[in-house]
T-cell receptor
């Protein structure tokens, strides 16, 4: 079956712009989580959605937001981009709790 | 939240050697996984192992939940094993937290 699909794979944006990233989970998975990976901070949790409801949120400013649709697809949005937002953004899906996560290939965002 | 430590931070091996990577958690976890991040950034799931021992080819993992640690064994390492290995876990509703990773380099 198809894995977790993230689009786009690469993105270059200018400071001050906003960006939307998309994640399609494995069919039947209702949980979608987002992570930011940078060389300095490692892998940091952004948020988790389950059945269209945000279940957990990491320690990120309000410029980072997300949502999940009824088909479990999820989007995350970053407004007023800063240079420090340059990172690999990873999405993971899971059937539910205590079942393990499967990750997508990521979106590499560069802010110039 | 949970804190995750991994050791060693870096490991250089000759092809064919064996290695053990360790992951320590500050608190109990009910969800624990090991991942390998490939050069393109994708996290490949190696094991879902909240407790016990599992084996998959040259790789095996053991989690001792009562002592809050997990071990990943790589036997007869190959150059394709190079990359960063992460462990991660959560505890009943908390965020899924990653360790800082172990960077493995296998030399031919």
């Amino acid at each position: 079956k198809a894995g977790v699909t993230q689009t786009p794979r690469y993105l270059i944006k200018t400071r001050g712009q906003q960006v939307t990233l998309s994640c399609s989970p494995i069919s039947g998975h209702r949980s979608v989580s987002w992570y930011q990976q940078t060389p300095g901070q490692g892998l940091q949790f952004l948020f988790e959605y389950f059945s269209e409801t945000q279940r957990n949120k990491g320690n990120f400013p309000g410029r980072f937001s997300g949502r999940q649709f009824s088909n479990s697809r999820s989007e995350m949005n970053v407004s007023t981009l800063e240079l420090g937002d340059s990172a690999l953004y990873l999405c993971a899906s899971s059937p539910g709790r205590s079942t393990g996560y499967t990750f997508g290939s990521g979106t590499r965002l560069t802010v110039v | 939240g949970i804190q995750v430590e991994q050791s060693p931070p870096d490991l250089i091996l000759q092809e064919g050697a064996n290695s053990t990577l360790r992951c320590n958690f500050s608190d109990s976890v009910n969800n624990l996984q090991w991942f390998h991040q490939n050069p393109w950034g994708q996290l490949i799931n190696l094991f879902y192992i909240p407790s016990g021992t599992k084996q998959n080819g040259r790789l095996s993992a053991t989690t001792v939940a009562t002592e809050r640690y997990s071990l990943l064994y790589i036997s007869s390492s190959q150059t394709t094993d190079s990359g960063v290995y992460f462990c991660a876990g959560d505890n009943y509703g908390q965020n899924f937290v990653f360790g800082p990773g172990t960077r493995l380099s296998v030399l031919p």
